[in-house]
């Protein structure tokens, strides 16, 4: 009987430690990200990360639908779904309307960080006085951090010119959120700071850092806007995923990112710095002072941080799902400055692969 028992005991010892040796660790997927040159990107199929492949051709059929350039999505760096519509294609550039804010935004983070300015320092500190037609004593409560946060206070109903004489007072910084194009003198801002021109400046600080090829800054409606071809936006997304770090380099330092898209003023909790942030409880949008109660997309998830811009443009960055979105295109419905019903049912689509 002592035999038997024996033998029992060692023969399950033996079956557990073979069980053990042949078990696979669930280890996460380590994060890619491309070569800086070429167009090398490697991929990952709906099947192997267990998505709906019945639900794709439903969304594609909805983006090309509703006038869309390019898509493409990508699950830890890597790229599971890359579509081109209506005579686009991987080579062609196409704008980022306001989409492109948030490059202006982490610019000025890495001039922060190598000490060349203080987003809390008043922007004529870097300009000088009269860059606005407002009070002198009312200018100067304007900081680079309310431009970013679009609470400067200025006239938002005058277009989109940024000449002093077209950015009048209206109420004093920090006290009004206005969706308002002031921003791009945070461009001025850093050119005058880093003794370059704010090309120059982009271009070696962040382009070249996460191999943004192909793109350039175009001077539209008296705007610059940048344009690029649509896997530029997806390595900016991606980047932005992974809060300003590029494969194991610091790009943009994670305290400042962290602060760019967490709510960065108390009256629209919706915003950072020139980030839109779902998941909060309530939102303004651009030329309104209404204030909408629930998260900026419901059907998204409520992690995540946007690049909207006009007519469409979209950056989606999901941390829980380590997703990046890219859409480009014409607009969907009608003209937008930022926020859509078309953003809400392209996610109900989009969720439609995972859930």
Known sequence: MKKILILFLMSNFFLSCASSSDETPNVPEQMYFPPLTGDTWETKSIADLGWNQAAVQPLLDYLELKHSKSFIVLVNGRIVLENYFNGHDATKIWYWAS????????????????????????????????????????????????????????????????????????????????????????????????????????????????????????????????????????RFGLLALNKGTWNGTTVLNETYFNDATNTSQTINQAYGYLWWL?????????????????????????DMYCALGKNDQKIYVIPSKKMVVIRMGEVADGVNFALS??????WQKISALYQ
């Not at 002031?182 to 996460?210: E, H, M």
């Not at 651009?286 to 998260?295: D, E, G, I, S, V």
């Not at 019903?341 to 392209?346: A, G, I």
């Open 278 to 302: 779902n998941g909060k409880t309530s939102y303004h949008l651009p030329q309104t002072q209404f204030q909408f109660p629930n998260m900026l997309i419901p059907s998204a998830p409520s």
């Open 99 to 234: 989409a492109g804010k948030t490059l202006t935004s982490t610019v000025t983070g890495i001039a922060q960080q190598e000490g060349l300015l203080n987003i809390n320092n008043k922007v004529s500190d870097y300009l000088g006085t009269g860059w606005t037609s407002a009070p002198i004593a009312k200018e100067n409560l304007i900081t680079c951090k309310n431009l970013l946060s679009m609470n400067s206070g200025l006239n938002d109903a005058l277009g989109d010119d940024v000449s002093p004489a077209n950015l009048q007072y209206v109420a004093d910084a920090g006290q009004r959120w206005a969706y308002h194009n002031v921003y791009v003198k945070l461009q001025d801002v850093v050119a005058q700071a880093s003794g370059q021109t704010w090309t120059n400046y982009f271009n070696t600080k962040l382009r070249d850092k996460i191999g943004m090829t192909g793109g350039a800054w175009i001077q539209q409606d008296g705007l610059s806007v940048y344009t690029s071809n649509s896997k530029s936006m997806a």
């Open 341 to 346: 019903d078309f953003d809400e049912v392209l």
